[in-house]
């Protein structure tokens, strides 16, 4: 079982920058693939980003390709969001995932097991 915890949500004028992080905890060896959702409201959850733990292969929603860098601190079992020139319709809940499969192309929810608790960022104009 893994634990996610994420964090560094906010509101931010459009142009602005965020870091997200999300913190596994339980059993973090479970986690080889970590991705990043959102879901604003009346939408359905939509794939932001995913990397691999071992080798760090990443993938990107094109929406936030060049704007958005997920990382992650394996020593602390922590992953990264960083998020440049947002827009407002970057505006929604954030959640981290993490999945015990590696695979850097797992873009639809259900692959995912895991789920943080989300964070909320809204990008004012």
């Known amino acids: 079982q893994v634990q996610l915890v994420d964090s560094g949500g906010g509101l931010v004028q459009a142009g602005g920058s965020l870091r997200l992080s999300c913190a596994a905890s339980g059993h973090p060896g479970d986690c080889y693939t970590m991705g990043w959702f959102r879901q604003a409201p009346g939408k359905e959850r939509e794939f932001v980003a995913a990397?691999?733990?071992?080798?760090?292969?990443?993938d990107y929603a094109d929406s936030v390709k060049g704007r958005f860098t997920i990382s992650k601190a394996s020593a602390v079992n922590t992953g990264y969001l960083e998020m440049n020139n947002l827009k407002p319709e970057d505006t929604a809940v954030y959640y981290c995932a993490a999945s015990p499969r590696y695979a850097p192309h797992m873009r639809r929810p259900g692959e995912y097991d895991y789920w943080g608790q989300g964070t909320q960022i809204t990008v004012s104009s």
């Open positions: 990397i691999t733990w071992s080798g760090g292969r990443t």
